[in-house]
C-alpha cells in the first residue's frame, strides 16, 4: 500500500494564486525529498528536508517538514504557467531502506 | 540533461516478448535505481543497485530482473510481456550510497506492449 500520501491528487488554480500540496505519513521520516515532473518530461530534483521543522524556499516555492517529521508541504505563490507539472515529494525510512514517491499532485494553471 | 543516459527512448513490442532497456547513470554515480510510471501514475520503485550490488527491492515482477555491470551502467529485463506493462521505465542515479541525496533521472524508456 501506499506509505506515503500525497494530497490533492490534482489542482487546478488560476495565474497569480496560491496553492499548497502536501505529503503525509504515518511513520517518522529520516528525510523529505520533493521533484517536479513537467508534462513529457522527467523528474527533476527541487528540495530535500532533512530536519524538523525545517523551512526552505526558493523565489516562489515554500517547502516546510513537519515537526514531527511525518509530514511536508510544498506552497507555490504567484503561481505562473511555468508551474504546471506533476510535483512529487519523496521520503524515506531507515526501516524502509528505499525511497518512496508520493502519488504527486498534478497542477494545471489557467491563464 | 541530468546525465543519465536510457536507450531505447521508445519500444514498442508484442505480448510474450522480451525487452532490456539499457542505464548510464552520470559519471562518478555509484548508485541507479529503476522505477516504473504507468500513464497519469506515480513513481512506482522497482529495484536499486550500488556499485554492482543489489540494495533494495520494490514491486518488481518475478518477470523481471535487472542488474549493474562492473562499468556501472544497468540493464532492466523484461520478459513474458503484457499489456499491463506498457508504460515509462525510468532510470536514475545519485552520487554515494542509495538514497543519500538528489536522484538525477534520465528521461525515461516509454514501452508500449501490443
Known amino acids: 500500500g501506499q506509505q506515503v500520501m500525497q494530497i490533492p491528487q490534482y489542482q487546478h488554480v488560476q495565474e497569480g494564486e496560491d496553492f499548497t500540496t502536501y505529503c503525509n505519513s504515518s511513520?517518522?521520516?529520516?528525510?523529505i525529498q520533493w521533484y517536479k515532473q513537467r508534462p513529457g518530461g522527467h523528474p527533476v530534483f527541487l528540495i530535500q528536508l532533512v530536519k524538523s521543522g525545517e523551512v526552505k524556499k526558493q523565489k516562489r516555492l515554500t517547502f516546510q517538514f513537519g515537526e514531527a517529521k511525518k509530514n511536508s508541504s510544498l506552497h507555490i505563490t504567484a503561481t505562473q504557467t511555468t508551474d504546471v507539472g506533476t510535483y512529487f515529494c519523496?521520503?524515506?525510512?531507515?526501516?524502509?531502506?528505499?525511497?518512496?514517491f508520493g502519488a504527486g499532485t498534478q497542477v494545471v494553471v489557467t491563464p | 540533461d541530468s546525465g543519465v543516459t536510457q536507450t531505447p527512448k521508445h519500444l514498442i513490442t508484442a505480448t510474450g516478448q522480451r525487452v532490456t532497456l539499457r542505464c548510464s547513470p552520470r559519471s562518478g554515480d555509484l548508485s541507479v535505481y529503476w522505477y516504473q510510471q504507468s500513464l497519469d501514475q506515480g513513481l512506482q520503485f522497482l529495484i536499486q543497485y550500488y556499485n554492482g550490488e543489489e540494495r533494495a527491492k520494490g514491486n518488481i515482477l518475478e518477470r523481471f530482473s535487472a542488474q549493474q555491470f562492473p562499468d556501472l551502467h544497468s540493464e532492466l529485463n523484461l520478459s513474458s510481456l503484457e499489456l499491463g506493462d506498457s508504460a515509462l521505465y525510468f532510470c536514475?542515479?545519485?552520487?554515494?550510497?542509495?538514497?543519500?541525496?538528489?536522484?538525477?533521472f534520465g528521461e525515461g524508456s516509454r514501452l508500449t506492449v501490443l
Open positions: 536514475a542515479s545519485s552520487v554515494g550510497h542509495p538514497n543519500t541525496g538528489e536522484l538525477f
Open positions: 511513520t517518522t521520516l529520516s528525510n
Open positions: 519523496a521520503a524515506l525510512t531507515y526501516s524502509w531502506g528505499k525511497l518512496q
